[in-house]
């Protein structure tokens, strides 16, 4: 009885303390973030009457972004329109924004294509407040930190463009980014993503949170542009890949990967399978050219035999 009564204390000493713990962590959502939920709109289109206010001072519509050519030294390259990056963010925002532009940078300085030849980057400010001369200092400093050398093609790639408070509600409910506005801090709360469009100005796919592998980002691009951009290899992948809208990442399909696996198996065994039936042919035309039409050896087969080693003439003798 004694054992049982100390492990009885213990346990209930334990479930006090756990409570305790559980107490001292907040359930709440924080009252600045609440209802800034990320919504998965993938599939819609974002409006292209939209208009903003561009580095230079113009006010164009969100179609001038959209359906542009892959480039090649400053030359259309053939290869359809480029898919869009687009980043919600105001340029006063003092870490989130600038943090996740540069780890997307870092990213995309890895892989193997290129802002303004392969797709376009859509750097949009939500703050009105913002002026052309932050959106053009935003971009000079871009162009600096993407480590590539600087060309026409990137400098059209980086844009960095303002919009009004209509504008970037109805954009922000397009693209499923909602936000939010702080007085007493002037700032704004907002949530942390990316998002990657096909050049129709369509939502193909989104990246979340502050770390963007480079798979990820090169597959979306990829799926965003239909394979159109890079070569087939690099297009191959989105066959055994998927877009998680829930994870904001792209997952390996089972089913397609067995699928391939099958499909390798078929060709190597066909392969094999054809060998040896061109194996067989070729023995079994070898042994027809050596036999007469009833089996027998054939007249040259039979005239060498009857001949023997010893009626073969040597070469060079006279008779």
Same mark, same amino acid.
């Given at each position: 009885?004694?054992?049982?009564r100390?492990?009885?204390?213990?346990l209930s000493?334990g479930? *006090?303390?756990?409570?305790?713990?559980?107490?001292?962590?907040?359930?709440?959502?924080?009252?600045?973030v609440?209802?800034?939920?990320i919504?998965?709109?993938l599939?819609?289109?974002?409006?292209?009457?939209?208009?903003?206010?561009t580095a230079e001072?113009?006010i164009v519509?969100?179609?001038?972004?959209?359906n542009?050519?892959?480039?090649?030294?400053?030359?259309?390259?053939?290869?359809?329109?480029?898919?869009?990056?687009?980043?919600?963010?105001y340029?006063?925002?003092?870490?989130?924004?600038?943090?996740i532009?540069?780890?997307?940078?870092?990213?995309?300085?890895?892989?193997?294509?290129?802002?303004?030849e392969?797709?376009d980057?859509?750097?949009?400010?939500?703050?009105? #407040?913002?002026?052309p001369?932050?959106?053009?200092s935003?971009?000079?400093?871009?162009?600096?930190?993407?480590?590539r050398p600087?060309?026409?093609? @990137?400098r059209d790639?980086?844009?960095?463009?303002?919009?009004?408070?209509?504008?970037?509600?109805? &954009?922000?409910?397009?693209?499923?980014?909602?936000?939010?506005? *702080?007085?007493?801090?002037?700032?704004?709360?907002?949530?942390?993503?990316?998002?990657v469009?096909?050049p129709e100005?369509?939502? +193909?796919?989104?990246?979340?949170?502050?770390?963007?592998p480079?798979?990820?980002?090169?597959?979306? *691009? *990829?799926?965003?542009?239909?394979?159109? @951009?890079? +070569?087939?290899?690099?297009?191959?992948?989105?066959?055994?890949?998927?877009f998680?809208?829930?994870?904001?990442?792209?997952?390996?399909?089972?089913?397609?990967?067995m699928?391939?696996?099958?499909g390798?198996?078929?060709?190597? &065994?066909g392969?094999? &399978?054809?060998? &040896?039936?061109?194996?067989?042919?070729?023995?079994?035309?070898?042994?027809?050219?050596?036999?007469?039409?009833?089996?027998n050896?054939?007249?040259?087969?039979?005239?060498?035999l009857a001949?023997?080693? +010893?009626? #073969?003439?040597?070469?060079?003798?006279?008779?």
């Amino acid at each position: 009885m004694g054992v049982l009564r100390r492990v009885g204390c213990a346990l209930s000493v334990g479930l *006090l303390a756990s409570t305790s713990i559980a107490q001292l962590i907040p359930t709440d959502v924080p009252e600045p973030v609440k209802g800034l939920t990320i919504t998965n709109n993938l599939g819609k289109f974002v409006p292209m009457y939209l208009q903003v206010t561009t580095a230079e001072g113009k006010i164009v519509s969100l179609n001038e972004f959209f359906n542009r050519p892959t480039m090649k030294d400053g030359k259309p390259a053939g290869k359809g329109n480029k898919p869009v990056v687009i980043q919600m963010s105001y340029f006063r925002c003092p870490i989130l924004c600038p943090t996740i532009l540069e780890k997307f940078t870092k990213t995309i300085d890895t892989i193997d294509f290129t802002v303004g030849e392969d797709f376009d980057v859509l750097v949009v400010s939500f703050d009105h #407040r913002d002026k052309p001369a932050d959106a053009r200092s935003h971009k000079a400093a871009q162009i600096l930190a993407y480590q590539r050398p600087e060309n026409n093609d @990137i400098r059209d790639g980086w844009n960095f463009v303002i919009a009004s408070p209509e504008t970037s509600r109805q &954009l922000g409910e397009a693209l499923g980014f909602p936000f939010r506005y *702080l007085p007493e801090s002037d700032e704004y709360s907002h949530g942390t993503a990316l998002f990657v469009l096909t050049p129709e100005g369509k939502i +193909s796919s989104y990246l979340t949170g502050l770390n963007y592998p480079a798979k990820d980002v090169k597959l979306a *691009l *990829l799926d965003a542009s239909n394979g159109k @951009i890079g +070569s087939f290899w690099d297009a191959f992948p989105l066959w055994c890949y998927h877009f998680d809208p829930n994870a904001g990442t792209y997952s390996l399909q089972a089913m397609r990967v067995m699928q391939l696996g099958s499909g390798g198996a078929a060709v190597v &065994l066909g392969g094999f &399978l054809g060998v &040896l039936w061109w194996a067989d042919r070729r023995r079994r035309r070898s042994s027809a050219m050596n036999t007469g039409p009833n089996g027998n050896p054939s007249i040259s087969d039979a005239q060498s035999l009857a001949r023997g080693p +010893s009626a #073969r003439v040597p070469s060079g003798s006279m008779s």
